[in-house]
């Protein structure tokens, strides 16, 4: 037998310690969470992401009565940036959850589809995507989307 070792450093960050960027694209993220329609799950998720050039494109977790229609802050935020500058690679993005009148005090994680959505852009313009995610205890910051998602399916193979 074989075996792979897969490691992934993840810093974890008081706000105050991060870059005056990094901060205000936390609390970009942050202040997202108050647009987002959650009816359902009554979880609002915010998410900004930077784009090479300095814009931020910013979005919410939109939910829909039929389940699966709704998307999540960090493909609303996405593909709003895509659409918009399509030629320009994004370089980063903050995520927070808001539930039961307080932030999250634990980091929130995005899920598998969004993971998959964004290690795309890594690919697709060759620029690592940094990962801020937020919590009320401290912010995790991963280095590329790939940290989130290693043994990516990424399409070569199907060449
Ligand atoms: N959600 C996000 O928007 N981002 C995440 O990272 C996790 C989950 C949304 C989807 C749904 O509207 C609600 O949170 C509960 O899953």
């Known amino acids: 037998m074989k075996s792979i ?5 993840i ?4 706000v105050e310690e991060l870059s005056e960027s990094d901060r205000q694209l936390v609390e970009r993220a942050k202040a997202m969470t108050q647009t987002s329609y959650s009816p359902y799950s009554e979880f609002r998720v915010g998410a900004a992401l930077q ?3 300095g814009r931020v494109f ?15 802050a960090e493909r609303t935020a996405f593909f709003y940036a895509q ?3 399509p030629d320009v690679a994004p370089v980063a993005i903050a995520i927070a959850a808001f539930t039961n009148g307080r932030y999250l005090e634990k980091p929130v994680s995005p899920c ?3 993971r998959q959505a ?11 995507i940094r990962v801020l995610l937020y919590g009320s205890n401290g912010v995790y910051v991963a280095q590329s989307m790939r940290d989130l998602l290693p043994l990516t399916f990424d ?3 199907m060449a």
């Open 5 to 9: 070792e897969i490691k992934v450093q």
């Open 11 to 14: 810093h974890v960050f008081d």
């Open 118 to 128: 964004l290690l795309e852009a890594e690919t697709r313009y060759g620029t690592p």
């Open 155 to 157: 399409g070569s193979e």
């Open 51 to 53: 784009l090479a050039d």
């Open 83 to 85: 659409a918009s500058a």
């Open 58 to 72: 910013a979005g919410s977790n939109q939910e829909n009565a039929a389940y699966p229609v709704g998307s999540c």
């Open 112 to 114: 598998g589809m969004c």
